[in-house]
């Protein structure tokens, strides 16, 4: 497997704009996270999927942002308007929902709202 | 609530010092614990775990033991090397909460030659 992969790597917008982050988990994992790294808030979880079902959103800063898992092979993250503030890097991991397993990260994606 | 406590970085050592790096949890249940590693550039890597009181997980020459009585998964390694310096994560896991984990703060390790 090659792991969780994440795209873009880095992405830089206008503030404003509209900004989607892409998640691809590893086969057969069933529970999904979304992680936001600053280094004022350090590793912060935004939301968490289950069998695609969304368990626990609280969080999801504001209303502008939205996450989707559409199947178990894929999820988004979407910043809509984006403002410079939420400039940080955006890390996606995914698990089995076993006992005690161990979860694993993307490479993250980078994101810069000038 | 669930929380993890480390101690606060950056850390700064010579290659073959002894590391410690202490971290301490709240946890409304029993937890499994963990430590990732952070690569300059990457994405967190699982070091080591323990899933039950006294265990004791190792790799690559770095231990933490799972202290139920002080509630602490303390890091050690009796020599670092410079390849060490990334930034070390401690975490806990409930299994009723779909393997969320939750982090400390971080801790940041440089190794000088």
């Known amino acids: 497997d090659a792991g969780v992969i994440q795209s873009p790597r880095h992405e830089v917008t206008e503030m404003g704009q509209e900004v989607t982050l892409r998640c691809k988990p590893i086969s057969g994992h069933n529970s999904l996270f979304w992680y936001r790294q600053t280094m004022m808030r350090g590793l912060e979880l935004l939301i968490y999927f289950n069998n695609n079902v969304p368990i626990d959103d609280s969080g999801m800063p504001e209303d502008r942002f939205s996450a989707k898992m559409p199947n178990a092979s894929f999820s988004t993250l979407k910043i809509q308007p984006s403002e410079p503030r939420d400039s940080a890097v955006y890390f996606c991991a995914s698990t089995s929902r076993e006992v005690n397993t161990e979860a694993f990260f993307g490479q993250g994606t980078r994101l810069t709202v000038v | 609530g669930d929380s993890v406590t480390q101690m606060e970085g950056p850390v700064t050592l010579s290659e073959e010092a002894f590391l410690t790096i202490n971290c301490t949890y709240t946890?409304?249940?029993?937890?499994?614990l963990f430590w990732y590693v952070q690569y300059p550039g990457e994405g967190l890597q699982l070091l080591l775990k323990?899933?039950?009181?006294?265990d004791k997980g190792s790799n690559k020459g770095f231990e933490a033991t799972y202290r139920k009585e002080t509630t602490s998964f303390h890091l050690e390694k009796g020599s670092v090397q410079v390849s060490d310096s990334a930034v070390y994560f401690c975490?806990?896991?409930?299994?009723?909460?779909?393997?969320?984990?939750?982090f400390g703060q971080g801790t940041e390790l440089s190794v000088k030659p």
């Open positions: 946890a409304t249940g029993y937890p499994s």
């Open positions: 323990a899933t039950k009181a006294d």
């Open positions: 975490a806990l896991s409930l299994y009723n909460q779909g393997g969320k984990l939750i």
